[in-house]
């Protein structure tokens, strides 16, 4: 059968290596992380690979990424905050 899906899915799926698919988990994990030996088992290497599948062309990708952006970054201001209230005097 020679129709134009057809081919698509056998291009999309012809590979001869035994390499998992790009679909599973821990394929978005950087060549830096996997090189440390972070994998999509502990939590590090979790959040990276989750952080490497998110698309920046869907809104709740974006959303998400910005909510993680504030989770991450709100703590280390707190602290510099505190830093800096505890350095100027009053």
């Known amino acids: ?9 056998d291009e999309l799926d012809d590979h001869d290596d035994d390499t ?4 599973y988990a821990g394929n978005h994990l950087p060549h830096d992380a996997r090189a440390m030996g972070l994998t999509h088992h502990v939590p590090d290497g979790a959040l990276l690979d989750f952080a490497g599948r998110l698309d920046s062309t869907k809104t709740l ?9 504030v989770v991450f970054g709100l ?3 707190f602290y510099v905050l505190r830093l800096v209230l505890a350095v100027l005097p009053g």
């Open 75 to 77: 703590p280390v201001f």
């Open 20 to 23: 998992p698919p790009y679909w």
């Open 61 to 69: 990708h974006r959303v998400t990424a910005w909510v993680m952006l």
């Open 1 to 9: 059968m020679t129709g134009g899906a057809y081919d698509a899915y």
